[in-house]
C-alpha cells in the first residue's frame, strides 16, 4: 500500500470517526429531549398545584377567617414582611403570601427529582409586572420550578386579589 | 493474481459498511423506542386532561357530601355534569391486569369510567394509578366529607415491545376541585 492509499484510508477512518460521533450525540440529545419532555409535563403539572393551593388560602395573614380590612391596604403585611410567618412551615400555610417563601425538593412519580422555589410580591392593577414596595390589593406569587433534567428553569406566576364577602 | 491491496481494500470497505449498517440499526431503534416513548407521553396526559376535567367537577351542582367512595385507585363521586340540575355518580377505577390479556405488556390495565352506573373502557395502557385525598391544610385524609383537593399519579406503558423495550410515562399532580372549597 503506498503512501496515498494509506492517506485515503486514514481520511476516511476519520471522516466515518466523525459521523459516528455524530449520530451518538444526536441519539443523546434525542433520548435527553424525551426525558426533559417528560420533566417538563410534571413539572408544570407541579406549579399548577402549587398555586392552586395557595388560591385555597387567604389573601394574608389580615384576612385569615374572612376578616374584613376596616384599614384598607394599612391592615395588610408590609410588602418587605411578605413571607411565612415564624412557627409555618408547609403544608400548614394560612396565607398566599406564606408560598412566597415556598422551598421544596419534590420526587416526582417519574422518579424526578425538581427543586421548587415562591417568591411574592405586590402588584398593581394597572401594572401587574411590576412589583410595588407599598400594599395593594394584588399579590403576585410566582413558583419557579428547576430539574436536573431540565435545561432551564420555568416560572409560572398567577395574581390573587383580595375580595370580601359581606 | 494474488492482489493484495485489493483484497485489503475489500476487506476494509466491507468493515466500514458494516459499521454503517450497524449505526443505521441502532438509529433506527433509537427513533422507534423514542417514538414509543413519546407516544406513552402523549397519552398520559390525556388521560391526566380527562381525570383533572372530570375530577375538577366534584362536586358541583351537589349539596351534602360529594365523594361517595375514595380508594387507592378508585374513586366514586357525585357531580351535575350536564349541567340539568340532577347530580350524577362518576366513578373511576383501574382494571385488573389480566384483563388486557390480548396486549403484550402483562403489566397494562384498562381505565374505566362510569357514569351512573354505566362503565366504558375509556383507556389502555395504565400500569398504575393511585389517588390520594388531602384536606384543607393539606393533610392526607380518609373522611370524604374533608376532602379538598385530590392527588393523581399514574403510570402508562405501551401495550407492546420493540426490541425488548416498552415506552413509558408517569405524571402526576393535584386537582382542587372548585365545588369542594366551598365546604
Redesign the interface.
Known amino acids: 500500500?503506498g503512501r496515498t492509499?494509506m492517506l485515503i484510508?486514514l481520511g476516511?477512518i476519520a471522516i466515518?470517526g466523525r459521523?459516528?460521533l455524530t449520530?451518538n450525540h444526536?441519539?443523546y440529545t434525542?433520548?435527553f429531549w424525551?426525558i426533559q419532555?417528560?420533566a417538563q409535563?410534571?413539572a408544570s403539572?407541579?406549579v399548577?398545584?402549587y398555586l392552586?393551593?395557595a388560591?385555597?388560602r387567604a389573601f394574608d395573614e389580615a384576612t385569615i377567617d374572612g376578616a374584613f380590612l376596616s384599614g384598607g391596604t394599612a391592615d395588610l403585611t408590609a410588602s418587605s414582611l411578605l413571607g411565612v410567618e415564624s412557627g409555618e412551615t408547609?403544608?400548614?400555610f394560612d396565607d398566599v403570601d406564606d408560598y412566597g417563601s415556598l422551598s421544596l425538593t419534590v420526587t416526582?412519580?417519574?422518579?424526578i427529582t425538581y427543586q421548587i422555589q415562591g417568591r411574592v410580591c405586590y402588584v398593581s392593577s394597572a401594572d401587574p409586572t411590576t412589583p410595588q414596595t407599598t400594599q395593594t390589593y394584588y399579590k403576585k406569587l410566582t413558583i419557579t420550578v428547576s430539574s436536573e433534567f431540565m435545561t432551564s428553569s420555568h416560572a409560572f406566576s398567577r395574581i390573587f386579589s383580595y375580595y370580601h364577602v359581606g | 493474481m494474488f492482489d493484495a491491496e485489493l483484497i485489503g481494500t475489500y476487506f476494509i470497505a466491507g468493515v466500514f459498511i458494516l459499521a454503517l449498517l450497524n449505526v443505521n440499526e441502532l438509529v433506527m431503534e433509537d427513533n422507534t423506542i423514542n417514538g414509543l416513548n413519546v407516544l406513552a407521553q402523549e397519552s398520559v396526559v390525556d388521560i391526566a386532561d380527562m381525570l383533572l376535567t372530570d375530577l375538577g367537577r366534584i362536586g358541583r351542582g351537589v349539596s351534602g357530601t360529594a365523594i361517595l367512595s375514595m380508594g387507592d385507585s378508585a374513586l366514586t363521586f357525585l357531580a351535575d355534569l350536564d349541567q340539568d340540575g340532577t347530580a350524577d355518580t362518576l366513578t373511576y377505577s383501574l382494571g385488573l391486569a389480566s384483563e388486557a390479556s390480548e396486549t403484550e405488556n402483562p403489566q397494562d390495565c384498562y381505565l374505566y369510567r362510569g357514569v351512573n352506573g354505566n362503565s366504558q373502557d375509556i383507556a389502555l395502557g395504565l400500569t398504575s394509578l393511585h389517588f390520594t385525598y388531602y384536606d384543607i391544610s393539606g393533610i392526607q385524609t380518609s373522611d370524604p366529607t374533608a376532602v379538598r383537593s385530590i392527588g393523581i399519579s399514574m403510570t402508562y406503558q405501551t401495550s407492546y415491545y420493540f426490541e425488548g423495550h416498552l415506552g413509558s410515562a408517569s405524571w402526576q399532580g393535584r386537582v382542587f376541585p372548585k365545588s369542594l372549597q366551598l365546604g
Open positions: 500500500m492509499e484510508l476516511a466515518f459521523f459516528t449520530i444526536s441519539r434525542n433520548e424525551i419532555t417528560e409535563s410534571n403539572a407541579l399548577a398545584q392552586d393551593e388560591a385555597q408547609y403544608p400548614n416526582g412519580a417519574n422518579g
